[in-house]
């Protein structure tokens, strides 16, 4: 096999742009095996260097320790090598199972690239990692994700990350900082942006367009973002504030065609035969001493825990009924005061 690699690596060099005849008097087949292109001194088993000083190994033990696979770099004044790609293989067992590593080092020295510059990594599971030498899921990120689209000839897309150490969410022309609860707004279109809290959501937008960079959640105008729902952790929405109670909390106005309200204990007992009719003597009493109907909230109440629907229906048709039953009473009253008077003029006209 060493003997056929010579002739392919001519054939291999030939293809070279660049490459001349008078290159070939630095290739070399030494007594190690080791199959030098470019070089008369090849430290790996393959090991291919350009006029320009471009260099590309195969080999085992790459700087990295166990792992066999390819090296690029540079070889500058020829004496220090700058090997800061590398694709290769790290055999996890003696099944030959292991990970696929791509690995780029971004330093401005003459420091090979590590395993923990791996940009991309290939599980023998299929598990793929990006930025991450471990994936645990089918697609692990380290980082922020993009989806980019175009629409009628404008730039779309979501992102996926965090700034700092905020929780993290996916947005719409937003881009992500380092600093917590900081971001940038690249293009010149509005922003949206839906934040993990610890078991809910924060959603956030802006009427903004302006690209801006240093843009907020404090939502104070400008080109920040305003916050316009959560969602809690219990299930509870508010619209217009960051602190529902309810399940639906809304700090404004709303809007329907048609509001259900489910209630129990509906007033219908103010009609049974057993339900004690108020006084009004003693329903004057309670409104000269607390200027509001018994069973009714009072404005201040009213004020700081609002009215609830169902149960102020209720009352208010209790009261109705009882006028009714008021009202019903006065009608007999009046029947006989008008007999009553219909008899004493009768007696007087005789």
């Known amino acids: 096999m060493k003997k056929r690699l010579l002739p392919l690596s001519f054939v291999i060099l030939s293809a070279i742009p660049g490459w001349n005849s008078a290159m070939a008097q630095d290739n070399k ?24 000083n471009d260099f590309m190994s195969v080999g085992y033990q790459l700087n990295l320790g166990q792992f066999s696979g390819v090296h690029f770099g540079y070889l500058e004044n020829n004496n220090i090598l700058y090997r800061k790609s590398a694709l290769v293989f790290e055999r996890l067992d003696h099944s030959a199972r292991g990970k696929i590593h791509l690995l780029n080092n971004g330093e401005a020295n003459a420091n090979s690239a590590r395993l923990s510059d791996a940009r ?52 719409y022309n937003i881009d992500f900082t380092g600093t917590t609860g900081i971001f940038n707004r690249p293009l010149s279109d509005r922003t949206s942006y839906m934040e993990f809290t610890f078991g809910g959501f924060n959603f956030f937008g802006t009427s903004d367009s302006n690209p801006a960079n240093g843009v907020t959640l404090a939502g104070t105008g400008g080109s920040n973002l305003n916050l316009l729902a959560v969602l809690t952790s219990t299930g509870d929405l508010g619209l217009g504030t960051s602190t529902p109670k309810e399940k639906l909390s809304v700090n404004g106005k709303i809007r329907a065609h048609e509001i259900k309200v489910e209630t129990a204990n509906w007033p219908d007992y103010v009609f049974a035969k057993s339900y004690r009719l108020p006084d009004l003597s003693d329903t004057e009493q309670f409104i000269h001493k607390n200027g509001h109907l018994p069973g009714i909230p009072s404005a201040s109440e009213v004020k700081t825990n609002g009215v609830e629907l169902g149960t102020m229906n209720a009352k208010l048709l209790e009261k109705i009924e009882e006028l009714t039953l008021y009202m019903i009473e006065m009608k007999k009253d009046n029947e006989q005061l008008r007999k009553r008077v219909v008899e004493l003029e009768l007696k007087n006209n005789k």
């Open 29 to 52: 087949l030494d007594l190690t095996g080791n199959v030098g292109i470019g070089t008369t001194n090849p430290l790996k088993a393959l090991e291919v260097r350009t006029p320009a």
């Open 120 to 171: 991309l990594t290939i599980n023998y599971d299929g598990k793929i990692g990006v930025n991450k030498v471990n994936p645990t899921v089918d697609l692990d990120v380290n980082g922020d994700v993009q989806w980019s689209g175009y629409n009628a000839g404008n730039l779309r897309g979501a992102k996926i990350g965090h700034s700092g150490g905020n929780y993290g969410g996916v947005g």
